[in-house]
């Protein structure tokens, strides 16, 4: 079935750095890719949609600046997050968006703590 | 778009009980309710879905149920266990986001 790769899995960075997220459609192309925000136990939260080739469609309230989205490829979509700050500490997670054949296809989410 | 509501946003049950989750929607045309079960720092996970043709359809301890009349699909747990506990979601497929979810906790 479809498989999103999301990498890396955890990482910690120092306030001020910037951090780089990877989603990657390994036997599928994804022309569009939704990246969620996710605190413990609370809902995914749509941050932004990318689209290869075009711009991205930020969600109300997420600043473009902060949070890059990239669509380099028909497989491969990335979140930077820009002069990360302790409040970007959260689960972040990718997903291919539902087809006539199958569901949402999420990738195995990354967490960011920045210290 | 179609306006989904989840009920109850947090639930515990006792290890064995049975829990219920529901959701309702507003579209009429809609015909796919899928369920999503997402662990603590994991990835969702699809664990059981139903076409508008169907009324029910069960999956060992999981079952989903259709009301179209009413507009609304539940999800069943039966003789919940520990690993039970998760958040629970009822995306739409035409819409990409997720709404409350419901935490689930299942007390051993």
């Known amino acids: 079935g479809a498989v999103v790769s999301q990498h890396p899995s955890r990482v910690i960075c120092k306030s001020g750095t910037s951090v780089k997220i990877e989603c990657r459609s390994l036997?599928?192309?994804?022309?569009?890719m939704f990246w969620y925000r996710q605190f413990p136990k609370q809902s995914l939260m749509l941050m932004a949609t990318?689209?290869?080739?075009?711009?991205?469609?930020?969600e109300q309230g997420v600043e473009k600046d902060k949070f890059l989205i990239n669509h380099a490829s028909l497989t491969l979509s990335t979140l930077t997050v820009t002069s990360a700050h302790p409040e970007d500490s959260s689960f972040y997670i990718c997903?291919?968006?539902?087809?006539?054949?199958?569901?949402?296809?999420f990738g195995s989410g990354t967490r960011l703590t920045v210290v | 778009g179609e306006n989904v509501e989840q009920h109850p946003s947090t639930l515990s049950v006792q290890e064995g009980d049975s829990a219920v989750i529901k959701c309702t929607y507003s579209?009429?045309?809609?015909?796919?309710f899928p369920w999503y079960k997402q662990e603590l720092g994991k990835r969702p996970q699809l664990i059981i879905d139903?076409?508008?043709?169907?009324g029910e359809k069960k999956d060992q301890r999981i079952a989903v149920t259709l009301n179209k009349t009413a507009k609304h699909f539940s999800l069943h747990i039966t003789e919940t266990q520990p690993e039970d506990s998760a958040v629970y979601f009822c995306?739409?497929?035409?819409?990409?986001?997720f709404g409350t979810g419901t935490s689930l906790t299942v007390i051993p």
């Open positions: 997903s291919a968006p539902p087809t006539g054949e199958r569901g949402y296809t």
């Open positions: 990318s689209n290869e080739g075009s711009k991205a469609t930020y």
């Open positions: 995306p739409r497929r035409n819409q990409f986001y």
């Open positions: 139903i076409r508008s043709n169907v």
């Open positions: 036997d599928f192309q994804a022309t569009t």
């Open positions: 579209d009429s045309a809609s015909n796919y």
